[in-house]
């Protein structure tokens, strides 16, 4: 018997072949095809897991992933494109954030907490999306409720009549709000105010611990009080649908079917995992790092953390870790951690011609989302291709003279490039403006020149 995991009714990637997803993460990152093909078969591993028996896929644990490459490449952004390609909870977290306990820090545990969070957030948005037809006709029946009360039938009255002109007329207001002919009325209803408790409290092994308990010992505190307000009508009919979605959505079902999807469809992405690469014998904050490994490995590898809606088992979460891995090298984390990581993707750094595909070809281009951003100031603005060589060319002497962030140099560039017409923008006469090579050359070519200028504006 197959056994079928949260994902498989709540994704339409069960169709997509490693090809088709590398195809469709190709359309937001450019390069890093080994990235690309790795976090592919991971996700088809996924789909393929679904199709077993229940013992079997109990055993198969996801092949986590470690990207190794410098800043700006692109990893954070392939792991974040393909959990929403999986519609999978996704969280990235830093491994330097965390620290073991007696030191500073978060502990690890809250980083399954967060993802857990964020799998009911998606839940409870698909149930709405569910509901809403029927929390809007609730909703509206409240309202005019409200603008038009029943009426008491009298006794010497025909009450099938009677019912039957109160219908006409309430299906008459019902086409005047629906043609928005009663937005400009006020009503009166009830609101809830929002109350939460003017003390705090530490205690407890966590967060969510008092939380709970708080919950569960005074439940009256955290309800808030109805006050009467006057709304129009939009306004009062936007508030009592959220009302009825509320009333229509069963939150102890969320909560176990969010629980479900984080179990076997979580993603969470460790970033800056290099920082905390350290090894036995070292001094100082070394030992706190090697610390952090060893907090996080029982995570990776596997275990039941409790959270507000339930415990969460790790076992089939899948982990991306990232990292630069400029000073220290994979081989200097613990040999557990190491182990848990068993598929290794170099990325490569970006170049002159990766930066040219990176501002013309994903789908939100740079080059795009300034031209879009200038269109709202009725600029038309177009970009050469000589402009865009250009601008790749300085970007790339810029990384290489100063630090190689990659990427996001492109950013810094592009601000530069484009601040004069940025502000001038709502003044300008001219609302035809084309960049040229000569006109990046005229704004950026004295300080990509000058190193020391570079270092701060670029």
Known sequence: MPIYLPEKTQSSTDTLTPRQIVAELDKYVVGQSAAKRAVAIALRNRMRRQKLTPELAEEIAPKNILMIGPTGVGKTEIAR?????????????????????GYVGRDVESMVRDLVELGVDMVREERIEEVRTKATQNAEDRLL???????????????????????????????????????????????????????????????????????????GLFQGKTKRRKLKVPEALEYLRQEEEQKLIDMDSVAKAAVERVEQAGIIFIDEIDKIAGREGAHGP????????????PIVEGTTVNTKYGMVRTDHILFIAAGAFHVSKPSDLIP??????????????????????????????????????????????????????????????????????????????????LDEISFEGPDLEQKTITIDDAYVTKMLADIVKNEDLSRYIL
């Open 81 to 101: 494109r393909l959990a929403r390609l999986a519609q999978s909870p996704f969280l990235k977290v830093e491994a330097s954030k965390f620290t073991e306990i």
């Open 336 to 417: 557990e951690l190491q182990g848990r990581f068993p598929i290794r993707v170099e990325l490569q750094p970006l170049g002159k011609e990766e930066f040219i595909r990176i501002l013309t070809e994903p789908r939100s281009a740079l080059v795009k989302q300034y031209m879009a951003l200038m269109e709202t100031e009725g600029i038309d603005l177009t970009f050469s291709d000589d402009a865009i060589r250009r601008i790749a060319d300085f970007a790339t002497i810029v990384n290489e003279r100063t630090e190689n962030i990659g990427a996001r140099r492109l950013h810094t560039v592009m601000e530069k490039l």
């Open 286 to 297: 070394d030992v706190s790092r090697e610390g952090v490994q060893r907090d996080i490995l």
């Open 145 to 219: 409720d409200i603008l038009l009360p029943p009426r008491p039938i009298a006794p010497d009255e025909d009450s099938a009549a009677a019912r039957e002109q109160q219908g006409q007329t309430r299906e008459r207001f019902r086409e005047q709000l629906h043609a928005g002919r009663l937005d400009t009325r006020v009503v009166e209803i009830d609101v809830r105010e929002k109350s939460f408790p003017s003390f705090e409290i530490i205690a407890g092994s966590s967060v969510e611990e008092v939380d709970i308990n708080l919950k569960d010992m005074l439940p």
